[in-house]
């Protein structure tokens, strides 16, 4: 197989696994923003996280608060960008 045919041959497989991980990636946010979900996985890790020094309502507060900025990371992250 000569070079060129190599090249392109990488090149359509490397733009098929950015195709696919942008739309596993708009999957995942579509879901995170779902409110069932998103009330569900914060009762989820409230439930697996125990700080002795503050109470639940502020573990959830905490919790949602990062889950909020997680979307919000995913939101941007770009797979057509340079390393």
């Not at 995942?28 to 109470?55: C, M």
């Not at 502020?58 to 960008?81: H, P, Y």
């Amino acid at each position: 197989m000569s070079d060129s045919v190599k090249d392109m041959t990488k090149d359509a497989v490397v733009e098929s696994v950015k195709a696919g991980l942008e739309e596993g990636k708009d999957v995942l946010i579509s879901q995170l923003k779902k409110k069932t979900f998103y009330e569900a996985l914060v009762k989820g890790l409230n439930k697996s996280v125990d700080v002795p020094i503050i109470n639940e309502a502020t573990e959830e507060k905490i919790i949602r608060g990062i889950l909020t900025v997680c979307i919000s990371a995913l939101e941007e992250v770009d797979f057509d960008g340079e390393d």
